[in-house]
T-cell receptor, first 113, second 114 residues
Framework: DAGVTQSPTHLIKTRGQQVTLRCSPK?????VSWYQQALGQGPQFIFQ???????QRGNFPDRFSGHQFPNYSSELNVNALLLGDSALYLC????????????FGDGTRLSIL | KQEVTQIPAALSVPEGENLVLNCSFT??????LQWFRQDPGKGLTSLLL?????REQTSGRLNASLDKSSGRSTLYIAASQPGDSATYLC?????????????FGQGTELSVKP
């Protein structure tokens, strides 16, 4: 049973560019959340998708956008990249059933030069 | 403001020692609390999930407790091993974020010396 998978594992971009990160949820899960983790910090919630719509959003600018597909997979898009966007981006999946744990992928390490 | 704090930020212990990691949160209206392990450069591995109605959960050498009234949770690791070395993160799902927004602490970096 495959867990949460993310691609790519590493990515290097320059300031001003755009990036797309991808996530496939764990089998049986229908909800995907994205988190940003800066070095030495705890993850910060970006947003969550369910039924192909953004349901909750954290304190991130509009440069951060996402999408969920009918097969529950998801993309995170970041436009006009800044040096401060360098971080580990984590995807978590869960079921809408109450009180189920969220399962995380290994993340995408994004470096901005 | 909903905040989660973990103390200490780092901990070094000799192999075989029992240890306790602490997590505190500012709002007692929580839905559940989850403890994660993170190895360097890796994602998060879920260790234990405690529902708001529970007082503790156990898995092998790990035991997590929850005291909502005092806003605290502890993760107890028995007979620590070098393989336990990692960063441990506490995450709270507050009642008003039932949709799934986890609030994380900064983590405790644990080093178990052989």
């Amino acid at each position: 049973d495959a867990g949460v998978t993310q691609s790519p594992t590493h990515l290097i971009k320059t300031r001003g560019q755009q990036v797309t990160l991808r996530c496939s949820p764990k089998s049986g899960h229908d909800t995907v959340s994205w988190y940003q983790q800066a070095l030495g910090q705890g993850p910060q919630f970006i947003f969550q998708y369910y039924e192909e719509e953004e349901r909750q959003r954290g304190n991130f600018p509009d440069r951060f956008s996402g999408h969920q597909f009918p097969n529950y997979s998801s993309e995170l898009n970041v436009n006009a990249l800044l040096l401060g966007d360098s971080a580990l981006y984590l995807c978590a999946s869960s079921s809408r059933k109450a009180n189920q744990p969220q399962h995380f992928g290994d993340g995408t390490r994004l470096s901005i030069l | 403001k909903q905040e989660v704090t973990q103390i200490p930020a780092a901990l070094s212990v000799p192999e075989g020692e029992n240890l306790v990691l602490n997590c505190s949160f500012t709002d007692s209206a929580i839905y559940n609390l989850q403890w994660f392990r993170q190895d360097p450069g890796k994602g998060l591995t879920s260790l234990l999930l405690i529902q708001s109605s529970q007082r503790e959960q156990t898995s092998g050498r790990l035991n997590a407790s929850l005291d909502k009234s005092s806003g605290r949770s502890t993760l107890y690791i028995a007979a620590s091993q070098p393989g336990d070395s990692a960063t441990y993160l506490c995450a709270v799902l507050f009642y008003y974020n039932q949709g799934g927004k986890l609030i994380f602490g900064q983590g405790t970096e644990l080093s178990v010396k052989p």
